[in-house]
């Protein structure tokens, strides 16, 4: 079984609306990260939780949000999705402290029409 | 502040042929550098990193990576490619102090490897 899982995988979905992508993990990480992807642009970190209680934004969080559910779990949510998110999201985990690697779920590819 | 500049954002070779992907960061502390592979509708994956150990870091897949200080650069390398190493490559710093938690990436090399 996957360490990183995401759900849905795939997703298109209308302007306007309001859409969720989750995050579960079993590696026991207590960090946790959202990251969009576009072709070209690299990644971009959108936000990022160290626990249950310590939610930041990072680099382009406009226009999104997160709940951390439990230390396993993180939720991307898009409260009113325009075309200019469509992007490929990735959910990823590292340990705490240390400058560590970061371990990648298998990505949402999300398209808002 | 940490960034990476990816020479090259497509390398096309021969199967068998040396594979270069270049990698150059800028970073005010030690840094520590990683390379990342996506395939085709697939997650990053780790390929190597460098956390201030050998210069020379042998990763997965046969690949492997020089950190050298003086070029500010950590060039992957593989000796011959397969054409199951057709694949986008990320280099990545990390950050530090209080921001060591964060990875800025380079834009990706997309390597093709023709038969």
């Known amino acids: 079984d996957a360490d990183v899982t995401q759900t849905p995988r795939n997703r298109i979905t209308k302007t306007g609306k309001r859409i969720m992508l989750e995050c579960s993990q079993t590696?026991?990480?207590?960090?946790m990260y959202w990251y969009r992807q576009d072709p070209g642009l690299g990644l971009q970190l959108i936000y990022y939780?160290?626990?249950?209680?310590?939610?930041n934004k990072g680099e382009i969080s406009d226009g999104y949000s997160v709940s951390r559910q439990a230390q396993a779990k993180f939720s991307l949510s898009l409260e009113s999705a325009i075309p200019n998110q469509t992007a490929l999201y990735f959910c990823?985990?590292?340990?705490?402290?240390?400058?560590?690697?970061?371990?990648f779920g298998p990505g949402t590819r999300l398209t808002v029409t | 502040a940490q960034s990476v500049t990816q020479l090259g954002s497509h390398v096309s070779v021969s199967e068998g042929a040396l594979v270069l992907l270049r990698c150059n960061y800028s970073?005010?502390?030690?840094?520590?550098l990683f390379w990342y592979v996506q395939y085709p509708n697939q997650g990053l994956q780790l390929l190597l990193k460098?956390?201030?150990?050998?210069?020379l870091v042998k990763g997965i897949n046969g690949f492997e990576a020089e950190f050298k200080k003086s070029e500010t650069s950590f060039h992957l390398t593989k000796p011959s490619a397969h054409m199951s190493d057709a694949a986008e490559y990320f280099c990545?710093?990390?950050?530090?102090?209080?921001?060591?938690?964060?990875?800025?990436f380079g834009k990706g090399t997309l390597l093709t490897v023709n038969p």
């Open positions: 990823a985990t590292s340990e705490g402290q240390g400058r560590n690697e970061q371990y």
């Open positions: 590696k026991g990480h207590d960090r």
């Open positions: 939780s160290f626990d249950v209680k310590d939610i």
């Open positions: 970073s005010s502390v030690p840094p520590y």
């Open positions: 460098y956390t201030s150990a050998a210069t």
């Open positions: 990545a710093v990390s950050g530090s102090g209080g921001s060591n938690y964060k990875l800025t």
